[in-house]
């Protein structure tokens, strides 16, 4: 492990905010997470522009913020949210998309593994499905949890909203595809 991975937060904040150019660190320790995070909320490509939009947007504002009002992770988990925001309508095409259930080249042909493609497919639909039934506020909460591994604390820095409310966004989330993918169970 080297010296930048034993860096703290806020000391890896004060070193980006005298020299800009230190910003790579933040982008070295960070990239990872973020873009796994959005490339759950988007196609691949997206999620490589959305994960590269993240950066640049919190480089332009990297003077706010504040290691007083909590750690990077979050901060840039929110600014990746704000940015997944901005590809909402791209988003809510994908997920239909996937609730139409995409064909996919075969793989193989082997029983299994046809079996184990088309679990994976209505499965993909079914989720697909029931997070089209979520409120925006109740998708970010619900894959910030799920794709982000944030704790309640940190989504709740990240979207700027209180703990509570994430409590609440989390149940109404998980209760709705609940529902969603029992009725498909039904249904199928």
């Given amino acids: 492990?080297?010296?930048?991975?034993?860096?703290?937060?806020?000391?890896?904040a004060a070193g980006f905010q005298r020299d800009p150019e230190r910003f790579?660190?933040?982008y070295d320790r960070y990239?990872?997470?973020?873009?796994?995070?959005?490339?759950g909320r988007l196609d691949r490509q997206d999620a490589d522009d959305v994960t590269a939009e993240t950066f640049l947007?919190?480089?332009?504002?990297l003077d706010r913020y504040d290691p007083a009002r909590g750690a990077l992770r979050p901060w840039l988990f929110g600014i990746?949210?704000?940015?997944?925001?901005?590809?909402?309508?791209?988003?809510?095409?994908?997920?239909?998309?996937?609730?139409?259930?995409?064909?996919?080249s075969p793989v193989e042909s082997h029983?299994?593994?046809?079996?184990?493609?088309?679990?994976?497919?209505?499965?993909?639909?079914?989720?697909?499905?029931?997070?089209?039934?979520?409120?925006?506020?109740?998708?970010?909460v619900l894959l910030l949890v799920a794709l982000g591994q944030l704790t309640h604390e940190e989504v709740a820095q990240a979207l700027d909203i209180s703990y509570g409310t994430v409590g609440s966004r989390l149940s109404r989330g998980r209760a709705k595809l609940r529902q969603v993918i029992d009725q498909e169970a039904l249904n199928g």
């Fill in 80 to 104: 990746a949210t704000n940015c997944v925001a901005e590809h909402r309508r791209k988003e809510a095409r994908h997920y239909r998309a996937m609730s139409r259930g995409w064909r996919e």
């Fill in 24 to 26: 790579q660190l933040v």
């Fill in 111 to 140: 029983e299994n593994r046809v079996a184990a493609v088309v679990t994976a497919h209505r499965a993909k639909s079914q989720l697909a499905k029931a997070l089209l039934e979520l409120t925006p506020g109740e998708r970010d």
């Fill in 57 to 61: 947007v919190a480089f332009r504002i």
């Fill in 31 to 39: 990239r990872r997470d973020i873009f796994h995070y959005v490339a």
């Fill in 1 to 12: 492990m080297g010296d930048d991975d034993e860096v703290g937060d806020a000391e890896l």
